[in-house]
């Protein structure tokens, strides 16, 4: 399901702001974006992201700014001559290699760190609360605004249901007229059998027409769809995360068009069940929505 969320907030010397995007998908898809050592942040960012959705690709991005005051700048000494050995090993290794320049040593990351990397670990933790606090306000904002799109889509499903239930009123009309002009027309091909082979097994006959009959019926197929319509009604009622249960019914709902398909023996039946397709597949492809 799509929706979009921001909240932007400043604690002390910061401010920041929040960014959630959620697209369609199968599953669970988080993808936080947030600046090197707030790992902490990121691993909770996930968590709850978690607990709050179920479907969707989801993005999280946080833009942290430090509003006042200058920044410092330091060298992380055991960092660099960490980088300085690792440089020499490759020299030896790699003898026609170009060497380790100062500045492109420092440019390796964490070599050179900002002053605010120094914080006592209080006030960072002060920090990630903060900004955990501003995340939770945006995940409350996507949730609603993917339900808000829920409701909008509820209103779509409905009406493909709707369109399918008068489908299958339709196509229980049809069988049974269905029904009676096979066996007519049957009766009739057995009654010229009859005439022209004196010799055939009139119950083995009646037999057969009980088979063709049987194998046309599409009566249990058409309960089994109003019973499934019936199911996604109940599922739409009450509301919650249904999105796979509804996956699986338009599997069960294809499976039984398919069968009045393959049955039919009357192009208006037939007709009915490929309009019947048509819809499920409008409807599953509206299911891929739904959380």
Request: with cysteine.
């Amino acid at each position: 399901m799509t929706g979009f969320a921001r909240d932007s907030a400043e604690f002390a010397h910061w401010s920041w702001s929040w960014e959630l995007k959620s697209v369609n998908a199968k599953g669970l898809d988080v993808r936080p974006r947030v600046p090197s050592g707030l790992d902490a942040v990121e691993t909770e960012v996930r968590a709850r992201t978690g607990k709050a959705f179920s479907r969707g690709n989801i993005t999280v991005g946080l833009a942290l700014n430090r509003q006042s005051g200058e920044v410092g700048y330091r060298i992380n000494n055991d960092h660099l001559e960490r980088m300085i050995a690792i440089a020499s090993d490759l020299a030896q290794r790699l003898p026609d290699a170009r060497p380790a320049s100062i500045d492109g040593l420092l440019a390796l990351r964490g070599v050179i760190e900002t002053e605010e990397e120094d914080a006592d670990d209080d006030a960072k933790k002060d920090l990630e609360r903060a900004l955990l606090t501003s995340f939770d306000a945006a995940i409350k904002a996507l949730a609603s605004a993917r339900a808000e799109e829920g409701a909008r889509l509820e209103v779509v499903l409905s009406g493909f249901m709707a369109t399918l239930a008068d489908l299958q009123a339709q196509a229980t009309k049809t069988a049974e007229a269905q029904g009676d002009a096979i066996r007519q027309r049957l009766l009739e091909q057995i009654t010229t059998l009859m005439a022209d082979a004196s010799g055939l097994d009139a119950g083995r006959l009646e037999q057969e027409l009980s088979i063709v009959m049987s194998k046309a019926d599409i009566r249990e197929e058409l309960d089994r769809l109003h019973a499934h319509i019936a199911s996604v009604s109940e599922m739409m009622t009450e509301g919650g995360a249904i999105g796979r249960r509804l996956d699986f019914l338009c599997q069960e709902l294809n499976r039984e068009a398919n069968t009045i398909c393959s049955k039919a023996h009357d192009t208006d039946l037939t007709r009915i069940g490929l309009e019947m397709k048509a819809t499920i597949e409008q409807f599953r492809e509206q299911v891929q929505n739904i959380e």
